[in-house]
């Protein structure tokens, strides 16, 4: 076996090993909330030791943070906006199926509110992500294009 066939070998275990963490985080999270759930139940949920768990992500505030991370990756084709209008009405600054969003965020409200409550993952502070540049730029360019 070559060494490039053992990394990539490695590598698709090693995420493995983190989409289990994740799921099972996810599980456990929305059935006993973030300061009942244990690091221990995730590890053994994703069927991995606790020292395993910590090797991906150093405390529950990290995981949180990836679960979110991830949610919000799965769902970029859903929130990504468009760059300019396609007709001069009021309704174009605001971002497309703004319903559908308003409730795909109803329904993982408790994953949300859970990262606002225990992370920092939406404070000012915290540099924008390339998706979040994105939508930013695109509204500005909309309502100046308005």
Not at 27 to 53: C, D, H, M, N, W
Not at 66 to 78: G, H, I
Not at 112 to 117: I, N, S, V, Y
């Amino acid at each position: 076996m070559t060494l490039s066939v053992k990394m990539s070998l490695r590598e698709s275990k090693r995420e493995q090993s983190r989409d289990a963490i994740l799921n099972a985080a996810e599980s456990i999270f929305y059935v006993e909330g973030f300061a009942q759930a244990r690091t221990s139940a995730i590890a053994a949920a994703a069927e991995l030791s606790e020292k395993t768990l910590f090797n991906y992500f150093a405390s529950k505030v990290e995981l949180l943070e990836a679960l979110v991370t991830r949610w919000f990756e799965s769902n970029w084709a859903f929130w990504y906006e468009p760059d300019t209008l396609t007709s001069a009405s009021i309704d174009e600054v605001f971002p497309p199926a703004l319903e559908a969003r308003v409730a795909l965020l109803h329904e993982h409200r408790w994953l949300l509110g859970m990262a606002a409550r225990y992370t920092d993952f939406f404070s000012a502070h915290r540099p924008m992500s390339e998706y979040q540049q994105h939508n930013f730029s695109a509204r500005v360019a909309r309502i100046k294009q308005l």
